[in-house]
């Protein structure tokens, strides 16, 4: 176990969010007003990743699936 970290920034329209989630753990991150086609991690398509699962989409929202790491999404268009 241990801490579940994370941090956000907003430049110009695209949203940056670090999470780090602990070893033998597993989170749900809701990513408000993000289209999925528009959100990578470590700039490959979140759709793409081997390691984050979508698991809901709507016009308000993504929501993803992460194991225990490290994660690094960029969200472009996020503030349009």
């Not at 110009?12 to 670090?18: A, H, M, P, R, V």
Request: hydrophobic content about 35%; overall charge neutral; aromatic content about 4%.
């Amino acid at each position: 176990h241990g801490d579940i970290l994370s941090s956000w920034k907003i430049t110009g329209d695209d949203l940056t969010l670090k999470i780090r989630i602990p070893v033998s753990c597993k989170a749900t991150i809701k990513i408000p007003r993000a289209d999925p086609e528009k959100i990578t991690e470590n700039d490959i398509p979140v759709r793409s990743s081997q390691q984050i699962r979508v698991i809901a989409a709507d016009g308000d929202a993504t929501i993803c699936e992460v194991q225990s790491g490290e994660y690094l999404f960029r969200i472009t268009g996020w503030g349009k």
